[in-house]
T-cell receptor, first 112, second 111 residues
Framework: NAGVTQTPKFRVLKTGQSMTLLCAQDMNHEYMYWYRQDPGMGLRLIHYSVGEGTTAKGEVPDGYNVSRLKKQNFLLGLESAAPSQTSVYFC???????????FGPGTRLTVT | EDQVTQSPEALRLQEGESSSLNCSYTVSGLRGLFWYRQDPGKGPEFLFTLYSAGEEKEKERLKATLTKKESFLHITAPKPEDSATYLCAVPNAGNNRKLIWGLGTSLAVNP
């Protein structure tokens, strides 16, 4: 049981480049989330999904897109990376909203 | 406005020196309060969920309690391996899909 996995673990992008972060969970959770964590800012929700084929905006969605084509996978895309998107990105999943969320190990992204 | 505040921001203890971390919240209609532990370079790890005032949960040296306005994470006789950042979060009363996160308490336990 791997739980929540994320790829890649580290990535360096140049301004304007694009990339996709992949999150996978093997717990059959309906809900999945993408967060970013920055010093002094705490965890901030980017986008979330309440089931396969659904997505919704969180607190800081600008500059990001997501897709949930399969229940176990949640993809986060950066279309044109900016230095302000330098951060650590975490994916999480849960059975439902009022249930605990389980987090992946994170992706450290640097945009130069 | 829904808000979660954790204190202190940082805490340094000697091994065996018990203490408490605080998580105060302002949200109408509490739907649960979550405690997490985060080690450097890793994702948050779930510890406890508390749903109603008076509820308590324990895990090894940790005990979480809940009142109508705050939660405490009591650490009894801590060990160096308890060093981590402890986060709390509550569901947003307005938008049921969002957790309001505190900034965490960074705990260091010296041997």
């Amino acid at each position: 049981n791997a739980g929540v996995t994320q790829t890649p673990k580290f990535r360096v992008l140049k301004t304007g480049q694009s990339m996709t972060l992949l999150c996978a969970q093997d717990m059959n959770h309906e809900y999945m989330y993408w967060y970013r964590q920055d010093p002094g800012m705490g965890l901030r929700l980017i986008h979330y999904s309440v089931g396969e084929g659904t997505t919704a905006k969180g607190e800081v969605p600008d500059g990001y897109n997501v897709s949930r084509l399969k229940k176990q996978n949640f993809l986060l895309g950066l279309e044109s990376a900016a230095p302000s998107q330098t951060s650590v990105y975490f994916c999480a999943s849960s059975y439902g909203f009022s249930y605990e969320q389980y987090f992946g190990p994170g992706t450290r992204l640097t945009v130069t | 406005e829904d808000q979660v505040t954790q204190s202190p921001e940082a805490l340094r203890l000697q091994e065996g020196e018990s203490s408490s971390l605080n998580c105060s919240y302002t949200v109408s209609g509490l739907r649960g309060l979550f405690w997490y532990r985060q080690d450097p370079g890793k994702g948050p790890e779930f510890l406890f969920t508390l749903y109603s005032a008076g509820e308590e949960k324990e895990k090894e040296r940790l005990k979480a309690t809940l009142t109508k306005k705050e939660s405490f994470l009591h650490i009894t006789a801590p060990k160096p391996e308890d060093s981590a950042t402890y986060l709390c979060a509550v569901p947003n009363a307005g938008n049921n899909r969002k957790l309001i996160w505190g900034l965490g308490t960074s705990l260091a336990v010296n041997p």
